[in-house]
């Protein structure tokens, strides 16, 4: 059975045997969702509460007051947090036995699924809202509590509704085989399906961004435009299949990379003359650093962190891809973090400018 805290979390674990290849840990728990458990913590009244979450049946396991004292024991309050969550499914014994049979023992790697992540989130930051039962570790009544909520992920059933379900399929633990352990390689440079922008590499280095509409007629300049965008189009169609075949997001998290893409690379570089994602790969600062602030009017330091953290998915796109170099790479970082703080000064000192 395989226990993926967050990160965050990973120390809260170091009693259970830790399987340091990621990309292990990933095959292990796609490969067996039943026998598959995402973790997280929160600390309520200075007492660390551990959640840990299903990843086939989202089923959840909370247990309190885990310190360093009693850390040690951990590996026996997941399984008997386990146990009593499929004993409220009214699960039998016989099952829960097989349960454990074929999952064997428990071991760690850090956490590998957002969608679940998301699901665990949801649970651990509405704790606060509840009391514990100070005098046990395993919070039946709580689990029982988020049990039974219908959740959209499983066709509006309940966590306990779906466990039961499952739990008569008998699904088998399936080993893992080094073939399934071998990373496949995969060829990226199917995703460059745009023109380089190189092409418009002339037109950009020959103009004076602040007055190019004066040094070309204006149909020149629309044209350049057009292209780039239509160019640009392309670029982030292939970015989007990236990031679901790639990196696994979910499509609303593409969608709103995409979105804060589509404005900084066919609003902002071409707002004062014309510039690409390659001609301009300091494109962030001017962006990031004030003039999304000043003005956008959805401007909040969310929208700026979040613009920020698409514009960085984007070059490690480009990275990957091979069309942007790992020196580029690190400058881009490097000035979308400090642009992302500027900015957000800027959009304080826009707040308390009364006029």
């Not at 990973?10 to 728990?29: E, M, R, T």
């Not at 995402?38 to 989202?58: F, P």
């Amino acid at each position: 059975m395989l226990i993926a805290p967050t990160k965050k979390a990973l120390h809260l674990f170091s009693a259970l045997p830790i399987i340091s290849d990621q990309h292990q840990v990933k095959v292990i728990g796609q490969a067996n969702p039943f026998y598959s458990w995402h973790a997280s913590y929160m600390t309520l009244n200075y007492k660390k509460v551990v959640v840990l979450i299903n990843d086939l049946t989202l089923m959840p396991v909370i247990l309190f007051n885990i310190n360093a004292k009693n850390k040690k024991l951990l590996p026996n309050y997941i399984a008997d947090g386990i146990r009593q969550a499929f004993i409220l499914s009214g699960v039998s014994s016989r099952q829960i036995d097989n349960y454990f049979e074929q999952g064997a023992s428990l071991d760690c790697g850090q956490s590998f699924d957002r969608k679940v992540l998301a699901s665990l989130n949801n649970i651990t930051v509405s704790l606060n809202r509840f009391s514990m039962d100070k005098n046990a570790v395993v919070q039946t009544s709580l689990m029982r509590f988020y049990a039974k909520i219908p959740l959209k992920k499983l066709d509006y059933q309940t966590p306990e509704e779906y466990l039961n379900k499952i739990v008569q399929t008998s699904i088998p633990y399936h080993k893992i085989t080094s073939e399934m352990l071998t990373e496949k390689e995969i060829d990226l440079s199917k995703y460059v399906t745009w023109k380089d922008y190189n092409a418009w590499q002339e037109v950009v280095e020959n103009q004076d961004n602040e007055n190019a509409s004066k040094k070309m007629s204006y149909a020149t300049y629309d044209k350049y435009c057009n292209e780039i965008r239509a160019n640009n189009e392309l670029m982030l169609r292939s970015f989007r299949l990236y990031l679901k075949e790639v990196q696994g997001l979910s499509q609303k998290v593409i969608d709103k990379h995409c979105s804060n893409l589509d404005f900084f690379v066919n609003q902002y570089l071409l707002y004062y003359g014309i510039e690409t994602v390659i001609s301009n790969i300091y494109g962030c600062q001017g962006f990031l650093g004030g003039w999304f602030g000043s003005k956008v009017i959805w401007a909040t330091v969310s929208t700026i962190k979040s613009n920020g953290a698409s514009i960085k998915k984007l070059y490690d796109f480009l990275n990957d891809v091979g069309v942007v170099t790992t020196d580029d790479l690190a400058e881009v970082k490097l000035a979308i973090r400090e642009s992302i703080e500027l900015g957000i000064e800027e959009l304080e000192d826009v707040d308390d400018d009364p006029f």
